[in-house]
């Protein structure tokens, strides 16, 4: 009897638990939507606006990702709440979701890094970061992260009617290597360098400033350079605090990943991992706005960075 009543608060507790995620999923998206799709249309418009240099092409990359990632998780999101049957199609069109997803939070990396060589050699940057380099390391990128999600793409099939899973034959592939791999590309890497770069850039903001301040005292600035920094230094912070938040709302996601295989997570849903995207995506693209607002004001100085 005892053991009856355990069961049953147990599978109340399930069932209440799988209830407040069904229902946050089910609105949550269009929270997203709302706030997202303006942040990174905004950013978009204002990014492609300005002159075309290394930063504005990658903020534009990020924003465009960030976007697709977006209506491509709603319409994912849509699928699974009407409980449309699955096919082939629809389970292939899945990595690609994943892959648009994964490319955003690498096109984050790209950012940063970029800022940091602005900084630190900000002279040299030109020479070795030009922007037809910058493109082509995107390109190259997006390449990369395709070979790296081929393997799911062939693989990856509609199971049953709404249930997308892999053949019996590659289930031991998955489970001991691919979960690892995948893992690590989409979310550990991205998230150890947007450890080490933003903490990079800070320490050279703080180099940069006092350089800067010795500078002003010896030399006269014109305002064009002054203009001109200002906005390096107000897409440098926005970057570091866009990573800093991606750091934040990563650090669950990679215990995540790290806790599942192992079954400390009891409930294994895919809601999980969804909820853990949406909150990245929504504080990204309430910064990116923010970013928007500030390269507006500085917008009526030409310049080129």
């Given at each position: 009897?005892?053991?009856n009543?355990?069961?049953?608060?147990?599978?109340?507790?399930?069932?209440?638990?799988?209830?407040?995620?069904?229902?946050?999923?089910?609105?949550?998206?269009?929270?997203?939507?709302?706030?997202?799709?303006?942040?990174?249309?905004?950013?978009?418009?204002?990014?492609?606006?300005?002159?075309?240099?290394?930063a504005?092409?990658?903020?534009?990359?990020?924003?465009?990702?960030?976007?697709?990632?977006?209506?491509?998780?709603?319409?994912?999101?849509?699928?699974?709440?009407?409980?449309?049957?699955?096919?082939?199609?629809?389970?292939?069109a899945?990595v690609?979701?994943?892959?648009?997803?994964?490319?955003?939070?690498?096109?984050?990396?790209?950012?940063?890094?970029?800022?940091?060589?602005?900084i630190?050699?900000?002279?040299?940057?030109?020479?070795?970061?030009?922007?037809?380099?910058?493109?082509?390391?995107?390109v190259?990128?997006?390449?990369?992260?395709?070979?790296?999600?081929?393997?799911?793409?062939?693989?990856?099939?509609?199971?049953?009617?709404?249930?997308?899973?892999?053949?019996?034959?590659?289930?031991?592939?998955?489970?001991?290597?691919?979960?690892?791999?995948?893992?690590?590309?989409?979310?550990?890497?991205?998230?150890?360098?947007?450890?080490?770069?933003?903490?990079?850039?800070?320490?050279?903001?703080?180099?940069?400033?006092?350089?800067?301040?010795?500078?002003?005292?010896?030399?006269?600035?014109?305002?064009r350079?002054?203009?001109?920094?200002?906005?390096?230094?107000?897409?440098s912070?926005?970057?570091?605090?866009d990573?800093?938040?991606?750091?934040?709302?990563?650090?669950?996601?990679?215990?995540?990943?790290?806790?599942?295989?192992?079954?400390?997570?009891?409930?294994?849903?895919?809601?999980?991992?969804?909820?853990?995207?949406?909150?990245?995506?929504?504080?990204?693209?309430?910064?990116?706005?923010?970013?928007?607002?500030?390269?507006?004001?500085?917008?009526?100085?030409?310049?080129?960075?």
């Amino acid at each position: 009897m005892t053991m009856n009543n355990t069961n049953d608060t147990e599978w109340e507790l399930y069932k209440y638990h799988w209830t407040v995620q069904y229902l946050f999923y089910k609105v949550y998206i269009w929270v997203l939507v709302g706030v997202g799709v303006p942040g990174n249309v905004a950013c978009i418009l204002v990014t492609t606006s300005m002159t075309l240099t290394t930063a504005t092409l990658y903020m534009s990359l990020l924003a465009v990702a960030d976007l697709l990632a977006l209506v491509l998780r709603l319409i994912s999101h849509q699928i699974f709440i009407h409980n449309v049957t699955l096919n082939t199609f629809v389970c292939k069109a899945d990595v690609f979701v994943q892959l648009v997803s994964c490319y955003a939070n690498w096109t984050l990396v790209l950012v940063c890094f970029e800022r940091l060589l602005s900084i630190r050699f900000p002279l040299k940057k030109k020479i070795y970061f030009t922007k037809k380099r910058a493109f082509v390391i995107a390109v190259l990128l997006g390449m990369i992260l395709c070979l790296c999600y081929l393997y799911e793409f062939l693989e990856l099939d509609h199971k049953e009617e709404t249930y997308c899973y892999y053949p019996e034959s590659s289930l031991d592939f998955v489970i001991t290597y691919w979960y690892w791999i995948k893992a690590f590309i989409y979310c550990f890497l991205p998230f150890i360098l947007l450890l080490i770069f933003p903490c990079l850039i800070i320490v050279s903001l703080r180099r940069q400033r006092k350089a800067r301040e010795a500078m002003v005292r010896t030399t006269p600035v014109t305002s064009r350079e002054t203009t001109q920094t200002r906005v390096e230094v107000a897409i440098s912070v926005m970057v570091v605090w866009d990573a800093i938040v991606v750091i934040v709302t990563f650090a669950p996601m990679c215990f995540y990943y790290l806790l599942l295989p192992f079954n400390v997570v009891n409930m294994i849903t895919g809601f999980t991992r969804m909820l853990l995207h949406i909150a990245v995506g929504f504080i990204r693209s309430e910064l990116r706005c923010r970013l928007c607002d500030i390269l507006c004001c500085l917008q009526e100085v030409p310049f080129s960075f």
